[in-house]
């Protein structure tokens, strides 16, 4: 079940991926977070990062306007 999960994500960005490539022409990077980020990563292909506490880094951002 938990592979079938991590496959179906990987398949979702990729076609996200993808599509917002052929958008802007560019290729664009990936950002993985949370819990799952470490299992996810090795299955998606191009620029991927994984980012600890990406939510926190938004709200204190967000606090901050």
């Not at 917002?20 to 292909?45: D, F, N």
């Not at 191009?46 to 606090?63: H, K, N, S, Y």
């Amino acid at each position: 079940l938990a592979s079938g999960a991590i496959d179906a994500a990987a398949g979702a960005v990729a076609a996200l991926t993808r599509r917002l490539g052929l958008m802007t022409g560019a290729s664009p990077a990936i950002l993985v977070a949370g819990g799952a980020a470490a299992r996810l990563a090795p299955y998606l292909a191009g620029d991927v990062t994984a980012v600890e506490g990406l939510v926190l880094d938004g709200l204190a951002i967000a606090g901050r306007a």
